[in-house]
């Protein structure tokens, strides 16, 4: 008798779970509010037969014992199902956030074949969700960045010429700092107000293209021009590294930039 109960209670339990679960589909879960129900259910009210036997009590604290076990069971389902639609939710997360790792991968790669791959990718994934994979919006924006770096070496250059106790040799050479950094100000204003108007690599475009190479590369040649002196002229170190520090990251944004370029319209 207690045989049949127990197989009874089993195929019970078995034939229950499985029309309440769809194997076929991954996702398909019991509710946590269910699963407490079926709970309740099984402790009050066992479903299964009403015995007139004279051991109806024995096998009624049997049964009642043998359900507890089942709510045991029924109550890890639980754990289990949050815990794989935790999973799912994980797999199916915000396709935002997906396509910007995507963008700023794009990024890190084209970076890497620029001669200053860490200083690109740092400047430039902040821009991830405007350039996504575009590789003329990753040119326009770098020089941009460029641009935007040699303003503030020029700002930075401004402020140091008006330090006091300057030498007549650091006065100099600030002098001409100065005027370098300026005009590769202008370098790189006119290289992205053309590059503006440009969206392809088309054979009619080559003369903006190699007007774009030619402006750049003066760019950095001014910036060179610049930290040269200091070769030949003794500015205190504080100095120095001040001006060198603004414009190194300068000419080496510009280089980055113009490597893109070259990589566009070679």
Avoid at 3 to 22: E, I, P, Q
Avoid at 31 to 55: G, Q, R, V
Avoid at 124 to 149: G, M, P, Q
Avoid at 239 to 244: A, C, N, P, R, W
Wanted: hydrophobic share 40%.
């Amino acid at each position: 008798m207690h045989l049949h109960v127990a197989s009874h209670l089993v195929r019970f339990t078995f034939n229950f779970l499985m029309n309440r679960l769809d194997f076929s589909d991954a996702y398909s879960f019991i509710p946590f509010s269910d699963l407490l129900t079926i709970s309740h259910n099984l402790l009050i009210k066992p479903p299964f037969f009403t015995s007139t036997n004279a051991n109806a009590k024995e096998i009624e604290r049997e049964i009642k014992m043998a359900m507890q076990a089942l709510v045991s069971i029924l109550l890890s389902l639980v754990f289990i199902s949050t815990f794989l639609q935790i999973a799912s939710s994980a797999s199916n997360s915000d396709p935002t956030t997906n396509s910007t790792k995507a963008y700023k991968k794009f990024i890190k790669d084209q970076c890497n074949s620029t001669p200053y791959p860490k200083l690109c990718y740092k400047f430039l994934s902040s821009y991830a969700s405007t350039i996504k994979r575009n590789r003329v919006t990753l040119t326009k924006i770098s020089i941009h960045v460029a641009l935007k770096a040699a303003k503030a070496a020029s700002r930075t250059l401004t402020n140091v010429s008006k330090s006091k106790g300057l030498t007549h040799g650091e006065t100099s050479v600030i002098a001409d700092c100065r005027e370098n950094v300026g005009d590769s100000v202008d370098l790189l204003g006119q290289s992205a107000d053309e590059l503006a108007h440009l969206n392809g690599t088309s054979i009619d475009q080559k003369f903006q293209w190699d007007s774009i190479k030619t402006w750049m590369s003066a760019a950095i040649t001014d910036l060179s021009t610049c930290t040269d002196e200091f070769d030949e002229i003794q500015v205190r170190p504080s100095l120095q590294s001040k001006i060198k520090t603004s414009v190194y990251n300068v000419s080496w944004l510009n280089s980055n930039a113009l490597a893109f370029v070259n990589r566009l319209y070679y």
